[in-house]
């Protein structure tokens, strides 16, 4: 019994090495990304909870992917929140998204889930 408890400790230590490991490596892919715009509309483009969000920015349009819209552990997270017609603005090196609707500004955590 002893034996089996301790190869399940160190599965879970395993897991939670490379989950952390995970989370790392994509806190930095999304510290490095940049965007600013108003938003056109925001659509469902993949299974497990991922989905996009078009921009209008000052020169075209772009469109911001791969964003998490599974949250249930937050009262409200910017998938929810976001609509067309607010402004958004995420700078390089942080981790917020910010959101601008009528004089009011927001601050997301930039919704991650691990695909």
Partial sequence: MKAYINRLLLIASIAILINSCVLSEIGTVIKKRTFSGVVLSKFHTETDCFGSIALKT????????????????????????VQAGDSVSKRKGSMFIAVFRDKHKRYFEYPVCIR
């Fill in 58 to 81: 000052n020169y075209k349009i772009d469109t911001v992917a791969a964003l998490c819209y599974c949250k249930p552990n937050q009262a409200l997270n910017f998938w929810e929140y």
